[in-house]
Every structure is written in structure tokens, then in C-alpha cells.
């Protein structure tokens, strides 16, 4: 049978007996110790009367708890004898002393109390109570026994003498269970374990769980106790010592307090911050000085005086001077000077309308949100320097990548420990005035975890209708940041969630052309390098073919942070030769640069050499700016037993598979398809031989294969290596192209476009077919890009093949022979440095 939790017992004695029935709540008994009970159920009463009238014996056994599965009781209690009995008016309190462990048969009902019919259990005793081992386990629970007793206030007498009288191990288990304090499910586990070893093991796991509670209940009470003893000791001679200082005069705290109050009331503060610190101040006068609550209240009110809350910056409002000081530090960038410019005008002409008593409060000066994005070293963070400079306001960085928790914006609550304010407050703080230039740098890289979403805390900051009462956490008043100058910079727009960047005026950094590098490295990289290297006196000459080597074979991004990392090279390694008394060259030019930093290492791509069917060339940019790409077209038949993958069927066609190679990505892939179908429905509108139909496998790669590519503009390239392969026509070198199609052979617009171009003109490339719905976006392309280059717009796919693809007669491969001479370019091996391309 088994027995409560489970545990089964092998050993029964053979008697079975029926006694009256006596259900426990919330205690178990076990044999050996004398327990008082109290009865107070009348089935209970009738039991115990039951039982008065013959031997006084009972079966106790413990109620489940509610819930428990199972019935109502378990299934092992004791045998218990009553000894003193009390009555009163709510029922008896009588002592029972357990004798045995019996199991529960069976549950009667009669005479309006239960009997149960049980059987006596024994325990099972070790195999040898001399085995070392076991006499080590007896003794331990002994030991333990009395420090838990001593740990309960009893003398070590009173407990050896009542371990004394334990005749067996059994029994000491019995009795150390008895005065644990248990939940009930713990101790009926106790009373079930018949072995007595392994119940002697579990006693000493919850003696030993108990010793260590009341140690460490112990160790808080006397940490209580001890610190409200230190406090009312502290309190009582911080009394004495404020006496002794105001008799000897002596009042520097009260003194600071008095300072404090006289900065805040010179200070004109809104009505909310002049009630919070009014009552900050009361509270301050009635704690301790030297108090925790003290120095946090403290802290907050030096806060508040240290805020700018009236002090501006003078603005220079001339627009001769800001277009001075924006054409010194940036060459380029007309569309952000610009933006920056017509800030200017307005924030004058508001000015001019307050001097001659027109202001109103819709004229009111806000403060500007503006983004920057644009790829890395682009100038976006420093053009923010020379914003304020030629504003005359005061300038400071908050650096927002990583940053994960909204109270880096919002600040903490007063309520934690070592509480401070955000850091748009402590940026306020740190440039002293209402009206800086705040520059939130990689706003585009905020990360977001349970601590909050500091994206959404930038909500309120940034937004102007808004931002004149932002409240920190930590102050808990309102401040006015609506005269400050938000500048936001990022790498890419699409991770900004939408609600804030719909907050912001978006100005777009384009990477600049090599024509832009050289100037900028002509005018500032290599003057700034050469005095960080020492070399100002000695300060040999950069020509052209120096710096365009620089950028076109050792860097490949957008902007010139690499540039600026090699001319530092050149410049240290010049710097060393001198140090060493080599010669240096007074003229650094190509050469010069291969010498000092070795072979290049960027191999940028370079349109083809001669003009190849089934070969096109498009454009994709990246972060790190735009290039071009190679899409190649092969096709072959299929034999009757080739059962290919993806088919298409169409007039005049047999089966048409596709495989596509490159590691592209699903959008990329999707536009191969339609390029294979809009090729096979419209064979006769391409001129493809009636030769060339039936069963075909076409298979488009786009290299590098290691580089994963996606993006839909990448479509009219591949339709047009396609139909290339299928026709036999050359498809010309000179051409680069973009766009994405339609099953229909529409061309739709892309993005991207003046980088794309950017790059395909790196590559000599000298005609560019674009989206007719793209031809407002070649106004981006600088002037001098635009002289040397010819744009074709194409509406269907057929524009484009009428300019890529070669004439079909017999002069195609005479004229791309000629095209080649005339070009004498050099063939270049593929770009290994390609980023992880976006043909989008």
C-alpha cells in the first residue's frame, strides 16, 4: 500500500485495530513527545468521548491541506494515548502522547463520529547501528539538536538532559521533527520516511536550514537594534554639539543652507520650480544636516540654482558671418549651409519684428530639430561645431549610441540611490545657457531593453510643441528647452522608429565626388596632419596625383575619415624619416605613396574592357557609398531527362528554369524571375531567334558570391544580361543602369540615385540609364559629374536594351572593338572590399 507522498511500506505488523478517529489541522504528530490538543469539532468531541470510555486510545492523523490531491486525510498518522483531559466552554484541551506510526485501512461513519480501522507500521532500522557511518549522522543530530535549542533560549542542561532520556535514533528523529517548524507537507514527509537513516538525513537538512534562519534573524535584530541605539546616541549629540556651536558661533552649515537660499531667490524661476524649491527648502531646515535625506535634498536644490533657466547666449545674427564661417570649415555641402542659412534669416528677421514692439508669442522663437544622415565621416558631427560658431551659441555633444535606458534621458527618481538627471539636463547644466547647439550624435544606433525605450524619452525632447515643459525625472519640475538648437546625426534613417523621426527636419550628407576629396584634402586634411606631425617648417608638397592615388586606391568610403587616416600615415611616416636624418622628398606624388604605404590595398571595380553578351553592368550603393556591379547571363538547353526547379511556360517555349548564384536575397531574386518571365512572353518584341526557344536553363550570377546582395533595382541589369544571352547582342560596357521592373517591362524609380552615379562615374562609366520618374534626381549629381556623363531615361524595358544592347548586324563586334582601343583601358580584377551591397 502506499502511503502519503508515496512511500511504501514494506513492513506491516500483522494487527489491525479500530479506533476512534481524531483529524489534525495543520499539525503531525509523531511518537514519543506528549502534545497538547485542542477539540472543538462535535465529531471530534464524540471520537475523543468514544475513546474516554474504553483505553483512551485514538488515531490521529493529519488533514491534507485545501487542494491537495488525494483524500481528505493522508494515510499514515499514529496511535496515541490521551492522557489529562480539560473541559471548557468551547470544547476539551487534552494531552496526547503518540505511541506508533499505523496506516489508515479503512474510514467508518456511526454514532456521529468516525472510527478507522488501522493497522501499527514499524520502522526500518539500519542494518548496523555500529556502522561508522551512521553513528557519525546520529551524532551530528545530536549536536545540531542542541545548538538549535540553544539558538530557542534553552540551557544546554535542560537539552542534554532531555536527549539523555532518547533510547534509540528513531526516537531522536521523532523528537527533533516534533519541534521543527514545519509546513505540514514537510513533517507528514518526516512521519513517512520509515527508514531511520534516511529520516535522521532529512531531520539534520531542515535542522541545519532552521540554525542558519535563526542565525540570520539574529544578525538583523542585533543590526536593528545597534543602529537605533547609534541614532538616538547621534541624535542626542548632535543636540549637544548644536548647542556648543551656536555658543561658540560657529554656524557654517546653517550658513550654507542661508547661501544656498539666497542664489535661488536671485535666481527668476517659473512659478512650478519656485513652489518646489520653497518646499524643498522647509524640509532641508528640519532634518539633520549630516542626514542622508539632507544631502539629497541638498544635491537637488544646487541642481536647480546651477540650471540656466534665464541666461541665453548673445546670437550673432549675420548672415555674412555664419556663410564666412561655414565656407571656412566645409568645403561642399551647399544643401545643409543652406538649411543652416535660412535659420539664420528667420531667427533675424524675428529679431527685428521684437525690436520694433511686433513680437507675439506665435513669433516666438523655437528652437530647430534638425537630422543629419548621411554615411560615416561625411562631415555631419563636425559641420555642428561651425553651426554654432557662426550662431554665436555655446556648443556640446551627447553621444546617444548603445544607449539602452530611458533614464540616460529622463534622469532617476530621487527615490533610488545616487539618483542624478538625465543627460539633456546635464548637457544644460554643463554649457551654462538656454540656447546651446546640442548635437545628439548616432541617434540612429539607440538600443532598447527593460529599463525603457530612451528612443520614445527622445519624443518629448525633440518634439517643439512640446519641449518647452520637459520634465526630468529627477527634478520633477518643468524646463524649457524650446530655444535649443537640436542637431541629430545618423548613418541610416530606417532604424529611427517613425514617431521621432517625424519630429525632425531631415538633410540628407551625400558622399562626396573624388573632385570634392581632393579639395577637402587639399584645404584641410593635409595642413591639419602636417602640424599634428611636426612637419610645419619642413612641410613637404602633396601634388594631385598623391592625393587622388590616396583616395582612389587606399580608401573606399563616402566621406574622408580613411582619407585622413592614410595622409596621417604619410604624414608620421615623413615625420620619422626626418626624426631619423633621411632625406624627404619636398614633393610627395603617386610614386612617393606607393613607397611609403605599399601596394594598394582597394581594388575598386573599372568598367569592362570590351563590350561581352550576357554581361551588364549595374549600380548599388552601400553606406560607404555607391559602385557598380556586374550581372552575368548564361543559357543553355535542357536536355528531355533535365527536370529544373523553377520553369516557366510561354508561346513559342518549352520549359524555362532559373538558377540564380550570388548569394542573393529575396527581393533580388524575385526580380530574375520577372526578368526570365517577361523574356519569354515577349520573345517576338526582343528579337530572340526562333532558334533559340524551347527548353532552356537560364542561370544568372551576380559576383562577388561571397557578398549577400538584395534590393529590387537591380531588375532592368539583370533583364538586360538576360535578353543579352538570349539574343546573341553585346551588351555595351559604357553603359551602367538601375531600376526595378514590372512583369509588363515597366521601369519604376529607385533610390539612391546620386550615389549610384557617383560610383559608376569612379568607374568610367560615361552613360547611365535611369527611371524616367528618377530625372528629377539628377539635379543631385554635382555639376561637374553631370558634364561627363549621359543620362538615358527609360520608361519600359525597352528603352533600356535600345541603349545597352549593341546593334544586332554585323557591325557590333567591329564598333565595341573600336570603343576598346579608343578607351585603352586596363583590365581590373573584381573589388574584394565590396560591403554588404544593397541594390535598393
Known amino acids: 500500500m502506499c502511503v502519503g507522498s508515496g512511500v511504501r511500506i514494506s513492513t506491516l505488523m500483522s494487527e489491525r485495530r479500530v479506533l476512534p478517529l481524531l483529524p489534525l489541522r495543520s499539525a503531525v504528530l509523531f511518537p514519543g513527545t506528549t502534545i497538547p490538543i485542542g477539540v472543538g469539532r462535535a465529531g471530534s468531541l464524540r471520537a475523543v468521548e468514544e475513546a474516554l470510555k474504553g483505553d483512551r486510545t485514538v488515531f490521529a492523523v493529519a488533514e491534507r491541506p485545501n487542494g491537495a490531491p488525494g483524500s481528505k486525510l493522508y494515510d499514515l498518522g499514529v496511535i496515541a494515548q490521551i492522557g489529562e483531559v480539560q473541559r471548557g466552554l468551547g470544547g476539551l484541551q487534552i494531552l496526547l502522547t503518540p505511541v506508533e506510526r499505523a496506516t489508515l485501512l479503512e474510514q467508518r461513519s456511526d454514532n ?7 493497522r501499527p507500521v514499524s520502522e526500518h532500522k539500519p542494518v548496523s547501528e555500529n556502522d561508522p557511518a551512521f553513528l557519525a549522522l546520529y551524532k551530528e543530530v545530536r549536536e545540531r539538536a542542541i545548538e538549535f535549542g540553544k539558538q530557542r533560549g534553552l540551557s544546554e542542561d535542560v537539552l542534554k538532559q532531555v536527549l539523555g532520556e532518547v533510547r534509540s535514533p528513531g526516537e531522536l528523529a521523532d523528537l527533533v521533527a516534533t519541534h521543527l517548524e514545519l509546513p505540514t507537507t514537510d513533517k507528514q514527509g518526516l512521519l513517512e520516511t520509515l527508514g531511520v537513516e534516511e529520516r535522521l538525513r532529512r531531520v539534520l537538512v531542515e535542522l541545519q536550514r532552521k540554525i542558519q534562519e535563526l542565525s540570520a534573524q539574529q544578525k538583523i535584530r542585533d543590526s536593528v537594534t545597534e543602529e537605533i541605539g547609534n541614532r538616538q546616541r547621534e541624535m542626542y549629540l548632535r543636540e549637544q554639539l548644536k548647542a556648543i556651536h551656536k555658543e561658540l558661533g560657529d554656524e557654517e552649515q546653517d550658513n550654507e543652507v542661508q547661501a544656498l537660499r539666497e542664489k535661488l531667490e536671485k535666481i527668476e524661476l517659473p ?31 544646487e541642481w536647480m540654482a546651477e540650471l540656466p533657466w534665464n ?94 535606458d530611458e533614464a540616460d534621458i529622463r534622469g532617476h527618481r530621487r527615490t533610488y540611490v545616487g539618483a542624478m538627471p538625465g543627460r539633456i539636463l546635464n548637457s544644460m547644466r554643463q554649457v551654462g545657457t ?34 518647452n515643459d520637459f520634465t526630468d525625472h529627477y527634478l520633477n519640475v518643468p524646463f524649457d528647452l524650446s530655444e535649443v538648437l537640436f542637431i541629430a546625426t545618423a548613418n541610416v534613417a530606417h532604424t529611427i522608429p517613425p514617431a521621432l523621426l517625424d519630429r525632425m527636419e531631415v538633410v540628407s550628407f551625400a558622399g562626396y565626388t573624388e573632385q570634392e576629396k581632393l579639395e577637402i584634402a587639399k584645404r584641410y586634411i593635409v595642413p591639419r596632419q602636417l602640424a599634428e606631425s611636426g612637419l610645419q617648417k619642413q612641410a613637404p608638397k602633396f601634388e594631385d596625383s598623391a592625393l587622388r592615388t590616396l583616395i582612389a586606391r587606399y580608401t573606399r568610403e563616402s566621406g574622408v575619415r580613411q582619407l585622413e587616416q592614410k595622409v596621417g600615415a604619410v604624414t608620421r611616416k615623413l615625420a620619422r624619416n626626418l626624426a631619423s636624418a633621411r632625406p624627404v622628398e619636398p614633393t610627395i606624388d603617386a610614386q612617393q605613396i606607393k613607397k611609403l604605404l605599399g601596394r594598394p590595398k582597394v581594388h575598386p571595380e573599372h568598367a569592362s574592357e570590351i563590350d561581352q553578351a550576357g554581361v551588364a553592368t549595374g549600380m548599388y550603393y552601400t553606406p560607404a557609398g555607391g ?8 543559357v543553355r538547353r535542357l536536355s528531355q531527362r533535365s527536370r529544373p526547379e523553377t520553369t516557366i511556360e510561354a ?17 533580388m531574386k524575385e526580380s530574375a524571375r520577372a526578368a526570365l518571365t517577361y523574356a519569354a512572353t515577349h520573345a517576338r518584341e526582343l528579337g530572340i531567334p526562333q532558334k533559340n526557344l524551347g527548353s532552356i536553363e537560364a542561370h544568372i550570377h551576380v559576383p562577388a558570391g561571397a557578398i549577400p546582395k538584395d534590393g529590387p533595382s537591380a531588375g532592368v541589369t539583370m533583364a538586360t544580361a538576360l535578353a543579352s544571352a538570349i539574343t546573341g547582342r553585346l551588351v555595351r560596357r559604357d553603359v551602367a543602369m538601375t531600376g526595378e521592373i514590372t512583369l509588363s517591362g515597366r521601369v519604376l524609380p529607385i533610390g539612391g540615385v546620386k550615389e549610384k552615379v557617383l560610383g559608376a562615374h569612379r568607374a568610367g562609366i560615361r552613360h547611365i540609364v535611369l527611371p524616367k520618374q528618377n530625372e528629377a534626381d ?50 581590373a580584377a573584381p573589388s574584394s572590399l565590396w560591403a554588404s551591397t544593397n541594390a535598393g
Request: proline share 4%.
Open 651 to 667: 508561346e513559342g517555349w518549352g520549359d524555362a528554369s532559373l538558377i540564380l548564384t550570388g548569394q542573393l536575397g529575396d527581393v
Open 271 to 301: 512659478e512650478p520650480a519656485r513652489l518646489e524649491v520653497k518646499r524643498e527648502l522647509a524640509r532641508l531646515s528640519r532634518v539633520s544636516p549630516e542626514s542622508m535625506e539632507a544631502q539629497v535634498i541638498r544635491n537637488h536644490l
Open 112 to 118: 456521529g463520529f468516525s472510527s478507522a480501522v488501522v
Open 434 to 467: 538656454k540656447n546651446p547647439v546640442i548635437l545628439l550624435d548616432e541617434v540612429d544606433k539607440l538600443g532598447q531593453s527593460f529599463h525603457g525605450d530612451p528612443a520614445s524619452a527622445l519624443l518629448e525632447v525633440l518634439d517643439p510643441a512640446q519641449n
Open 311 to 404: 541666461q541665453r547666449s548673445e546670437e550673432k545674427l549675420d548672415l555674412g558671418f555664419a556663410e564666412k564661417v561655414l565656407e571656412e570649415d566645409h568645403f561642399g555641402l551647399g544643401d545643409v549651409k543652406d538649411r543652416v542659412l535660412e535659420f539664420l534669416s528667420v531667427r533675424t528677421l524675428r529679431a527685428a519684428r521684437a525690436q520694433d514692439g511686433e513680437a507675439t508669442e506665435s513669433s516666438a522663437p523655437r528652437g530647430s530639430i534638425l537630422l543629419f544622415v548621411g554615411p560615416p565621416g561625411v562631415g555631419k558631427t563636425s559641420i555642428a561645431k561651425s553651426i554654432a560658431r557662426a550662431l554665436g551659441r555655446k556648443y556640446v555633444r551627447i553621444a546617444l549610441g548603445g544607449v539602452h
Open 778 to 827: 539628377i539635379d543631385d549629381v554635382p555639376a561637374e559629374v553631370q558634364r561627363e556623363l549621359e543620362f538615358h531615361l527609360a520608361e519600359t524595358l525597352s528603352d533600356v536594351l535600345a541603349v545597352a544592347l549593341a546593334p544586332a548586324d554585323g557591325t557590333a563586334r567591329r564598333e565595341a572593338a573600336e570603343r576598346a582601343e579608343a578607351s585603352g583601358a586596363e583590365s
Open 627 to 634: 559602385d557598380i556591379m556586374f550581372v552575368e547571363a548564361a
